[in-house]
C-alpha cells in the first residue's frame, strides 16, 4: 500500500458518492497520505486501530481487503467501520472512540491500541480525561490527532483562542489541508 494507492481509493469513493451509489454520509481522506503510511509503520498485526468517523486510510493500511472495505461503504457504514477480525474499530461519535480504545488498552495482553482523532476531539474534556488515565495507569496506547484545522466548518483555533494545541501526555500530532470538505465529496452533500 502506498499513497497513490490510498489516494485512489479516496477518489474512487468521491466519485461513487457523487454519482448517487452512496446514501449515507462518508468523510474522505486527502493530503495526510505520507504521515499515516509513516504512522502505521509501527503498527502491528495484533495491535489495535481505533478511529472516529474518517477511517477509510486506516483500514487499508491495517489490512482490511480494498473490495470488502469498498462494500462496507456502499452498504452505508463509512463513518461507523467496524472490522474486528483486523482489530480496526470506528465510531461516528464525536469522542466516542476514545473509551473504547482506553478499555483495549487496559484489557491488553501485549497488543498496543492506536486511537486516531481530529483536532477538535482532542480538545474534549473527554480525550484529555482519557489520556490522563492512559497516562496515569501506563496503558499501550497511542494517541493520534490528525489536526486540518476545522470540526466540521469551525476552525479549531479560533475556537478554544489557542495558537498551539494542549495535549495530556504523550500524543503523536500532525497538521494537514484537507481537499475534501467535512462531509462528502463537495458536488452532493457538503456540510
Known amino acids: 500500500m502506498n499513497a497513490k ?5 479516496e477518489h474512487e469513493i ?3 458518492f457523487n454519482a448517487g451509489r452512496i446514501r449515507a454520509p462518508v468523510h474522505l481522506y486527502d493530503g495526510n497520505e505520507n504521515q ?6 509501527t503498527v502491528k498485526p495484533e495491535d489495535w486501530v481505533c478511529c472516529s468517523w474518517r477511517s477509510h486510510y486506516q483500514c487499508l493500511l491495517k489490512g482490511v481487503p480494498r473490495e470488502e472495505l469498498k462494500q462496507a461503504i456502499l452498504d452505508g457504514k463509512s463513518i461507523t467501520l467496524c472490522f474486528p477480525e483486523y482489530r480496526v474499530i470506528s465510531s461516528a461519535i464525536v469522542g466516542g472512540i476514545l473509551p473504547i480504545a482506553l478499555g483495549l488498552a487496559k484489557a491488553s495482553r501485549g497488543e498496543h491500541v ?3 482523532m481530529g483536532d477538535m476531539t482532542a480538545e474534549t474534556g473527554i480525550a484529555h480525561e ?11 496506547i497511542r494517541w493520534i490527532v490528525e ?3 476545522r470540526s466540521t ?4 483555533r479560533p475556537t478554544w483562542k489557542q495558537i ?3 495535549f495530556v501526555g504523550a500524543v503523536t500530532y500532525y497538521k494537514y489541508t484537507p481537499k475534501f470538505p467535512h462531509a462528502g465529496a463537495g458536488v452532493r452533500v457538503q456540510f
Open 5 to 9: 494507492d490510498l489516494i485512489d481509493f
Open 14 to 16: 468521491a466519485d461513487l
Open 36 to 41: 499515516m503510511l509513516d504512522i502505521f509503520t
Open 114 to 116: 492506536h486511537c486516531f
Open 130 to 140: 482519557c489520556m490522563k488515565y492512559a497516562r496515569n495507569y501506563d496503558l499501550p
Open 147 to 149: 489536526d486540518n484545522g
Open 153 to 156: 466548518c469551525t476552525p479549531t
Open 164 to 166: 498551539n494545541p494542549a
